[in-house]
């Protein structure tokens, strides 16, 4: 069965802080690892990493997959109070479905 | 910014009752996808249609849940029996074409059973 676990399930920094959120996966076919950022509703899209050891990034926030541990970690630097939300982690087999982690939730106080 | 688009953002029903979401895909995208989230769990996967058929089901998407695209535009989750357990935030996602591709999200239907 698939399985997607993230950690820590929530955390709590000050602005400026540095944080690290961290994906680990099961998934049948593996072929893409994606992030999303959920305020108050929509997951809104931040990236996909198909390639080992690639780090992409966007701003203050990158991420990179291990496709032989099999996880990836997202890196916020600089966090700000805008960064607050549920971070979500999403594998996707060959079947384009994605499957979801149950969500970091990062706190960031002024 | 194309996004995803979703209606009604809340619905409240009487448990039995029918109940039709609907969504605007991102014009020219090819893949819809329908999703939900049981407040405090994980988003799950329910559904996913190409070329005006489902290609992926989950376990959820029993007989009491369809699927259509009416139009050139919309993209439709029928549930027919709503049950209590039903309630939950339901989301729309689309990509451009390919089971490869970014899945962007609508912002949701919030259903509560009665």
């Known amino acids: 069965e698939d399985k997607v676990v993230q950690s820590p399930l929530s955390l709590v920094v000050h602005e400026g802080d540095t944080v690290t959120l961290n994906c680990s996966y099961e998934?049948?076919?593996?072929?893409?690892l994606l992030w999303y950022k959920q305020e108050k509703k929509a997951p809104t899209f931040l990236f996909m990493l198909?390639?080992?050891?690639i780090e992409k990034k966007s701003g203050r926030l990158s991420s990179i997959l291990d496709k032989k541990e099999l996880f990836s970690i997202l890196n916020i630097t600089a966090t700000q109070t805008g960064d607050s939300a549920v971070y979500l982690c999403?594998?996707?087999?060959?079947?384009?479905?994605?499957?979801f982690g149950q969500g970091t939730t990062l706190q960031v106080k002024p | 910014e194309p996004e995803v688009t979703q209606t009604p953002s809340h619905q409240v029903t009487q448990m039995g009752q029918e109940v039709i979401l609907r969504c605007v895909p991102i014009?020219?995208?090819?893949?819809f996808y329908w999703y939900r989230q049981i407040l405090g769990q994980k988003v799950e996967f329910l559904v996913s249609?190409?070329?005006?058929?489902?290609?992926?089901k989950s376990e959820i998407f029993d007989d009491q849940f369809s699927v259509e695209r009416p139009d050139g535009s919309n993209f439709t989750l029928k549930i027919r029996s709503t049950k209590l357990e039903d309630s939950a935030m339901y989301f729309c996602?689309?990509?451009?074409?390919?089971?490869?591709?970014?899945?962007?999200f609508g912002p949701g239907t919030r259903l509560l059973v009665l």
């Open positions: 998934v049948t076919n593996f072929r893409s």
């Open positions: 014009s020219n995208h090819l893949y």
């Open positions: 249609f190409y070329n005006n058929e489902i290609s992926e």
């Open positions: 198909t390639s080992s050891g």
């Open positions: 999403a594998p996707r087999g060959n079947t384009g479905k994605l499957i």
């Open positions: 996602a689309s990509s451009p074409g390919g089971r490869g591709e970014t899945q962007y």
